[in-house]
């Protein structure tokens, strides 16, 4: 858990536990209170839970954009990281970020992963993005200003090195090339 996330959960357990101390004491217990009391507990532990899950999603963009696009420029960060938001918001995957960085399937019993680096076991999946990292400020950047990116179109779904050269490329449309990155939607 963050320095944040960690604060987050002490401020909630704080506002709780003073709250009930409050109704037992002071109030005596009134039933009227003791029912906001609960609406603010579980409130507060939904705050907690979504916080939680802003997060993990802010991790999985993080190391997606690290092992991607690591030592890139912030524009190419940048364009990996809205490729990956377009295909949360695309319903040809999956709806969170974790998700569409995690996706897997097999092809002729071999396994696949939509990102390369999530099949290659030389690399930590549990890896953690500090706070302070450039790749996970980018990415809470990315998370936030989604609608207002233009790094690529918001039809962008593929990207590949440009020392590849993978055959579901000529199916697909360039829309740019940045960095060590090739981009591409479906065309039109």
Known sequence: MTVFAKFISLVVLLVITA????????????????????????????????????????DCLARNIYYEARGESPEGQLA???????????????NT????????????????CQFSWRCEYNTNPKLKI???NPVFLIAWQAIRD??????????????HAT???????KSKE???????????????
């Open 97 to 112: 970020i974790c998700g569409v960085v995690n996706e897997r399937y097999m092809v002729r019993n071999k396994e696949v």
């Open 19 to 58: 709250t009930a101390s409050i109704e037992h004491n002071v109030l005596g217990g009134n039933p009227e209170i003791t029912v906001h009391t609960r609406l603010a507990h579980i409130q507060a532990t939904e705050e907690m839970a979504r916080q939680q899950r802003l997060f993990k999603e802010i």
């Open 146 to 159: 989604y609608h207002k990116l233009t790094v690529v179109t918001h039809d962008t779904y593929w990207f």
């Open 130 to 132: 500090s706070e302070s």
């Open 163 to 169: 020392y590849v050269k993978p055959r579901w490329r």
């Open 80 to 94: 990996v990281a809205q490729v990956t938001l377009n295909r949360v918001e695309s319903n040809m995957f999956p």
């Open 174 to 188: 360039l829309v740019a090339k940045i960095d060590y990155h090739i981009f591409y939607r479906l065309p039109n």
